[in-house]
Structures are given as structure tokens and as C-alpha cells.
């Protein structure tokens, strides 16, 4: 199944390849090879599930740039647990890596709901730790019942605003099931995100109407402005549910504040501009923060009877009568596992800019055994 949005993508790069290539340029820039892998595998994991905002088109920008040129990223992670508590710890990630400090706090989490029946971990002065998706599937695949959350930079404006405060801000849920994918809502609280408008610059196609305005409440739908405007502070992007009340974008934004509230208040972290990545014009670390819940579901009883209960409600959802002409309803977490079955066998797609990233970075580090398809 090819994701429509990428149907102009120039080349295909087979998974595996692109995995090892991102490794090694993790190791390159000084992260442990341990580490190294984990951090390929949340962004190769990203473009598997045709998440392509979050995966290999976030390796030069948001990692190898902010580590290598801009220093506000620590290549060796400082992993601190300030506070341990039965069943919660406060963890301190010191700029390190995000989906390390990210990949270690759910792994507490999980261990303390074995435990204790419920695990919750924040972490705060953490970076970008890829898709959300990647931690809530960690606890599914535990048995658990889980929920992450984090921060994130300046992007959506509170209803009846257009001062872009509040980070794109995910509330992600997972849950097991007895099927071959397991749920997970994963997605922004804004219609649409960043990394989406980056996307669609690189692919030279206009924004949707009404998912992002100016300072003066004016509709843009001009990528390259869209993302010289958010850097400024002088555009925001709608929450889910659009601007206004009438269409229920005090919904969205409310969860974005909620997503706000989980990553900075139990962790005494930053919040809303203090994530924007600059204090008196020059760069800085973004200091985001991560909330972490797992929930064993073996407390409540049959792990397997869990599964199945959770199993009979997404069936019937998706075998519940169609809108004429529409042939298949889904549910969270599906699209992304066929995605993943048809890119093993097609591979990722790589469209001209990142394919002149991904050499640059070649070049520059020497990983001279490397050859891509599109060269």
C-alpha cells in the first residue's frame, strides 16, 4: 500500500540499508553504538509505518545538525533518575538523546506496573524523541495499557489566539489486542504538525485551508512562509478541531494543554516558549519534557482476555455499516502495520532533499561503504 502522499518521491531505499546507514551516522557524531541503534530504529520504525514526518527526513535537521553545528544536543546521554518512587521515578535527561532518555523512562515505567500494577515516568531537559507511537507499542507489546505524552516547541495557538504557544503536543494512547497490530493513536493535537509542513515544502504542494494562520489571524498555505513564520513566532497552527468554537477547536486545544501540563509540571520542567529553542536570539537547548504511564493489564486479571475484549471492540468498529462508496473503516494502529508490511518489501521513499542530506552527511563523515539506489 503507497501512501498517496509520497507518490512523487524520486527513489526506494530498502529498509535495512537506510537502518544501517542511520546507525552509523548516530556513531559518527559521537552517540554510543548501543544508543546509536536505538535511535535508528525509532526513526526507521517512523518511515516503516509511513509516518514519513518523523523519520529519516528528521535525521540531518533535528539530530545531526543539533549535535554537529548547532551544539544544543549532547551526542552521550546522561540518563538521571532524580527521584524513584515505587511506582514513579522523575528522570532528568541533561540534552542527551531523546529516544534513549524516551526508551529507558518507558522501560521503567513497564518494570514498576509489573510491579506495582501502574508505572508512571517523567523526564524533563530531554530532545525530540521521534514517534510517540514507538513507546506506547513498547508497553502493548508488555501486555500493558499505555499512555505517553510530550511537549514540544512553540507551534499552536490557544482558541481565539494566534500566538503560537503550545507545542504540537501528542496524548497517545496503546492498547493490546488479540490481533496482529495493536492500537495506538498516534498523532499531533493540532491538525497538523510541523514536520507535515515540512514535508509539504519539500514536495512544493500548498497547506490545506485553515490549519495554520498568521499573527493577524490571516490563512496561509504556503509552506516555506509557513515555517519561516512559526520560526519567528509569528504564525500558529490550528489544534484539532480547527480555529473558533464552532467546529471544536477548544477540544484540541485543550489536550495540547494537557499534553502541555503531563510534560512540565510533575517534572517542574519548561514550558510553552521557554521550548522554542532560543533565549536572547541565540540557539539553546529545547528542554522538552515526556510523561510515561503503563498500566499492567495482569491486575485486572486474564492478560489474553484483555486482548480479546479490546480485539472485539475494533472489529466491530471496523465492520460497522460505510458511508456509500467507502469500502473500509479502520482503526488506529492499522494503516501504520500495513505500511510496515509493504515497506519491507518496497522499501522507504526518499524524495530529492533528503537524498542530498543523506549524501552530505555521508561525505562529511566518511561513510564511504555506503550506496544509495538513487545514486
Not at 472485539?312 to 467507502?326: A, D, I, W
Not at 488506529?332 to 526518499?350: F, H
Amino acid at each position: 500500500m503507497r501512501d498517496p502522499e509520497l507518490v512523487d518521491h524520486t527513489a526506494w531505499v530498502p529498509c535495512d540499508l537506510l537502518e544501517r546507514f542511520t546507525t552509523d551516522v548516530f556513531r559518527g557524531v559521537g552517540v554510543p553504538e548501543d544508543e546509536a541503534r536505538i535511535c535508528a530504529d525509532v526513526l526507521i520504525t517512523a518511515d516503516r509505518r509511513g509516518i514519513s514526518s518523523h523519520g529519516v527526513s528528521r535525521l540531518k535537521p533535528i539530530y545531526y545538525d543539533r549535535i554537529v553545528k548547532d551544539r544544543i544536543q549532547k551526542a552521550v546521554t546522561e540518563f538521571e533518575v532524580v527521584r524513584d518512587f515505587k511506582s514513579t521515578a522523575l528522570v532528568d535527561g541533561h540534552h542527551g538523546m531523546g529516544m534513549v532518555i524516551a526508551k529507558r523512562c518507558m522501560d521503567m515505567a513497564i518494570a514498576k506496573a509489573r510491579e506495582y500494577g501502574t508505572g508512571v515516568v517523567v523526564a524533563r531537559n530531554s530532545t525530540h524523541f521521534g514517534i510517540v507511537g514507538y513507546y506506547t507499542l513498547m508497553g502493548t507489546q508488555a501486555g500493558m495499557v499505555s499512555l505517553v505524552s510530550t511537549n514540544a516547541r512553540p507551534a499552536i495557538a490557544p482558541t481565539f489566539g494566534v500566538e503560537n504557544l503550545l507545542g504540537t503536543n501528542p496524548v497517545v494512547f496503546g492498547f493490546p489486542t488479540d490481533e496482529p497490530f495493536d492500537f495506538t493513536n498516534d498523532y499531533a493535537t493540532s491538525i497538523i504538525q510541523r514536520g507535515t509542513v515540512e514535508l509539504y515544502a519539500r514536495e512544493g504542494r500548498p497547506l490545506p485551508e485553515g490549519v495554520v494562520m498568521d499573527e493577524n489571524g490571516t490563512v496561509l498555505t504556503d509552506p516555506g512562509t509557513v515555517l519561516r513564520h512559526l520560526l519567528a513566532g509569528t504564525a500558529a497552527l490550528a489544534p484539532i478541531g480547527g480555529v473558533g468554537e464552532e467546529t471544536g477547536g477548544y477540544k484540541g486545544y485543550g489536550f495540547a494543554t494537557v499534553a502541555e501540563l503531563l510534560s512540565c509540571a510533575l517534572q517542574q520542567g519548561a514550558f510553552l516558549k521557554a521550548l522554542s529553542g532560543f533565549a536572547d536570539g541565540k540557539k539553546v537547548p529545547h528542554s522538552l519534557g515526556h510523561f510515561f504511564m503503563a498500566i499492567d493489564a495482569a491486575a485486572f486479571g486474564d492478560v489474553q482476555a484483555v486482548r480479546r475484549r479490546v480485539g472485539e471492540v475494533l472489529r466491530t468498529l471496523r465492520n460497522s455499516r460505510k458511508v456509500p462508496g467507502c469500502t473500509r473503516i479502520y482503526t488506529c494502529g492499522e494503516k501504520e502495520y500495513e505500511n510496515s508490511l509493504q515497506r519491507a518489501k518496497t522499501g522507504i521513499p526518499v524524495d530529492a532533499s533528503i537524498e542530498a542530506e543523506l549524501i552530505a552527511m555521508r561525505d562529511e563523515l566518511g561513510l564511504t561503504q555506503y550506496r544509495f539506489p538513487f545514486e
